[in-house]
């Protein structure tokens, strides 16, 4: 009768095997997310935000520009937003200068944060607009996305910019994932759901 001959493993050679372990499964799982990671859509999905009907004049070295903002938030964000997470729009403006060989290049940009909240305890909707700290109050979330659907913004011409200068002024408003909390954000990365926003409208500047 043979006897069966168990030989100790000593921590060392566990210590050995352990190691050689935990890389391969590290790489299993890398490589796993990057394949998920590459599979998602490289350009966000743009759908839910439109601009429309813009226009920019120029009067006394200022710019003043107007455009209608079609804003649909629902899925996650609205979800999230009836929870008490403050969502926040960003609508960005960028003025081009068209140069001799007929290209457009970037001299000026200026960004407006307005920040999206729902109040359980009123059920009320509020808008915050960061520069001016003036908040608007709203009874829907209907409401308040129509009440942004007229934008408008005044800004300065900038330094060393003609008024005989071809302008052309370009327009975007989107959600900012940015600005979630830390775990929503992680999660917002991956949801389409989250990944809203409008094309860059650009018209040129006029002068009256």
């Known amino acids: 009768m043979q006897a069966l001959i168990i030989c100790p493993v000593g921590p060392s050679l566990m210590h050995v095997f352990f190691n050689s ?13 990057s394949v998920g ?25 200022q710019i003043k520009t107007s455009a209608r903002l079609n804003l649909d938030i629902n899925g996650e964000p609205e979800v999230a ?9 960003l609508v960005k403006s960028h003025l081009y200068r068209a140069s001799l060989a007929s290209w457009h290049f970037k001299i000026g940009e200026w960004e ?12 009320r ?6 520069d001016s700290s003036i908040t608007e109050d709203f009874a829907t979330l209907t409401e308040t996305l129509d009440f942004l659907g007229q934008y408008t913004k005044t800004v300065a011409l900038p330094d ?15 959600l900012s994932r940015s600005d979630l909390p830390g775990p929503l954000k992680l999660v917002a990365l991956f949801l389409k759901d989250w990944r809203i926003g409008s094309d860059w409208e650009r018209w040129k500047v006029t002068i009256p």
């Open 160 to 174: 060393g910019v003609s008024a005989n200068d071809a302008l052309q002024m370009r327009l975007q408003v989107s």
């Open 21 to 33: 372990l935990f890389p391969r499964v590290s790489r299993f799982w890398l490589a796993v997310f």
């Open 37 to 61: 990671v590459l599979s998602l859509p490289a350009v966000p999905v743009m759908a839910d935000f439109t601009v429309s009907e813009g226009k920019s004049v120029l009067i006394d070295n």
């Open 81 to 89: 937003l009836s929870k008490g997470i403050a969502l926040t729009l």
């Open 112 to 123: 407006d944060r307005l920040l999206l909240e729902h109040h359980s305890l009123s059920n």
């Open 125 to 130: 909707y509020t808008l915050t607009i960061s």
